[in-house]
């Protein structure tokens, strides 16, 4: 810096050091609820942290903009609505940050369960967001629980900050979902049901979509060596410890034109067959997906490629007969495979 004697023209220049530090690093959530009992006029605390030491920093907490005598911790317990300011002074810099949250009263956690075969679904009521746990899985956004195994299960609902404590319901799945697949699925001539792809367990084909009061006690499987017929809808179902589900997955069949079919196909390759480790595909055009499901048209394969040559562990498989599908450029071709 240059100081001048603005009489004698005189000056001197000389230096300083400036420092800069940041303020201290807090945050709270925006907002929160504090349970409240409107029985007893009873609430529970919320504890507002500001995850910072002790010890090095100086706290002031204020609620609605008046300093609350005493409250001077890097923490708070707070039992009434408002809301509620810290300010935070980093003890050797002198630099203050501030940070505020709202807190409102909330009711303790009211949730039910709809379950749908395998599907449960947790509707949660009250302000406020919510976490949700099956079992000792980890918790998750989503009310929703997909392909849940069948039999009792505990599911816990979590108030995301609140103090309301978690709440939980016991729940029972007792009927399997209808399997997965894809609705449209190609064929070509002579194929049968065997050949279709779906994931699920001991899979069973019908003619008609299940409906109240019709079970399989009423109708009879379609044999997997029912041929497939072109534009028709078949319905699968699955058997999980011995129930099937009474949902089932429709799947249109179309048939697949052999000309381009045999384009894409024409130099595929696969060996050995019968195969007791290793399976080797080969085609000269790229080929997208494998599927091999067994006879019970359970999937024990799926895999996205983009490769014209392809090998494939077969050595932890049972033996049997398996249906393997390959995918190129949208056409499909299912050839049949003996592990030995």
């Excluded at 100086?58 to 903009?65: A, R, T, V």
């Excluded at 949730?111 to 980890?138: H, K, L, M, V, W």
């Excluded at 384009?263 to 067959?273: D, E, G, S, V, W």
Aim: net charge negative; glycine share 6%.
């Amino acid at each position: 810096v240059r100081v001048e004697n603005n009489t004698s023209g005189c000056f001197a220049i000389g230096s300083f050091y400036i420092r800069t530090t940041n303020p201290p690093s807090v945050y709270l959530p925006a907002n929160g609820q504090i349970c409240y009992d409107q029985t007893n006029s009873t609430a529970t605390p919320y504890s507002i942290n500001t995850n910072l030491p002790a010890n090095g920093y100086l706290f002031q907490w204020h609620k609605d903009s008046v300093i609350i005598a005493g409250a001077t911790g890097n923490s708070f317990s707070a039992t009434t609505e408002g809301t509620y300011t810290v300010s935070v002074e980093n003890s050797a810099t002198g630099c203050i940050a501030t940070a505020t949250i709202l807190l409102t009263y909330s009711n303790a956690v009211n949730a039910t369960a709809s379950i749908d075969d395998q599907t449960i679904t947790i509707n949660a009521a009250g302000p406020g967001n919510y976490q949700y746990q099956i079992d000792n899985e980890p918790a998750q956004s989503s009310n929703i629980f997909e392909n849940v195994t069948l039999g009792t299960h505990t599911i816990a609902v979590i108030p995301v900050n609140s103090s309301c404590f978690p709440m939980y319901l016991t729940v029972q799945v007792t009927t399997p979902s209808a399997p997965r697949g894809q609705s449209t699925q190609t064929f070509t001539q002579g194929q049968t049901l065997a050949n279709l792809v779906v994931n699920g367990q001991n899979i069973h084909w019908y003619a008609t979509p299940s409906a109240p009061g019709l079970t399989t006690t009423t109708q009879t499987p379609l044999p997997l060596t029912t041929v497939l017929t072109h534009n028709t809808t078949y319905y699968a179902s699955q058997t999980i410890n011995g129930i099937e589900s009474p949902d089932r997955l429709a799947v249109t069949v179309q048939l697949t034109a052999l000309g381009n079919e045999d384009f894409n196909f024409k130099k595929l390759a696969y060996y050995p067959n019968p195969v007791t480790t290793s399976l080797t595909i080969s085609n000269p055009e790229a080929f997208t997906g494998i599927t091999i499901s067994n006879l019970l048209g359970q999937i024990v394969f799926d895999r996205t490629v983009n490769t014209t040559l392809h090998e494939i562990d077969f050595s932890n498989l049972s033996k049997g007969i398996y249906m393997v599908r390959i995918s190129i450029n949208n056409q499909i071709k299912t050839f049949k495979i003996v592990k030995e």
